[in-house]
């Protein structure tokens, strides 16, 4: 049984984790984030009202059993303060999902293991690239709009996580890493 961990039950991490429960129910998951889902997360997350407040990792568990009446699911409520190195081994897959600069760089560290980047960049758009081929983006300027709150969001979030599945499948059954980024006009640029 396959064992993958996503750091980063946010926009992308949550509706990934979903998708991929869905794909792979026999599968073993860990969803690691130590923040609390609040209202404005509901629009672009997997969350619904009735979660607000609640530990996003332990609300990830109640969505996929809406799924799976027994999910293969582990809540890590915690927040990632250095990389998780040699550990990630013990794992066949490792998602970085997280939002910002810093927590990516733990995961980036990891040079052994297999490890799947996922997420917005600042010029907004969007990669999903192997560790080997990752360079950590710059953290998006503080005055600019997040991505999540843009008319958009929704159809572009979706579309990234959809993509990033076709490829995790894709790994999964054939072993090739490919790298991709998504423009804002949701078109696939292959590294």
Not at 61 to 82: D, G, M, Q, S
Not at 130 to 144: G, H, Q
Not at 175 to 191: A, D, E, H, M, P
Request: hydrophobic share 40%.
């Amino acid at each position: 049984m396959k064992q993958i961990l996503v750091y980063g039950l946010g926009a992308i991490g949550s509706n990934l984790l979903v998708q991929m429960s869905k794909q792979y129910p026999d599968y073993k998951f860990s969803g690691i984030d130590f923040d609390k889902v609040e209202e404005r997360n509901i629009r672009t997350q997997a969350y619904f009202l009735e979660q607000v407040g609640m530990a996003k990792a332990d609300a990830m568990r109640i969505i996929l059993a809406r799924y799976n009446r027994k999910p293969n699911y582990t809540p890590v409520k915690r927040k990632v303060t250095e990389s998780p190195g040699p550990a990630i081994k013990m794992v066949d897959l490792a998602i970085d999902c997280f939002d910002n600069t810093e927590s990516r760089r733990y995961l980036a560290a990891c040079r052994n293991g297999n490890v799947l980047h996922i997420g917005f960049s600042p010029d907004y758009t969007a990669e999903c690239i192997w560790n080997e081929d990752y360079d950590v983006p710059n953290d998006v300027d503080a005055v600019r709009a997040d991505i999540c709150s843009m008319g958009d969001a929704v159809p572009f979030i979706h579309f990234v996580v959809n993509a990033a599945l076709l490829n995790i499948s894709n790994w999964i059954e054939t072993g090739n890493k490919r790298n991709f980024i998504v423009t804002g006009k949701g078109r696939i640029q292959w590294l």
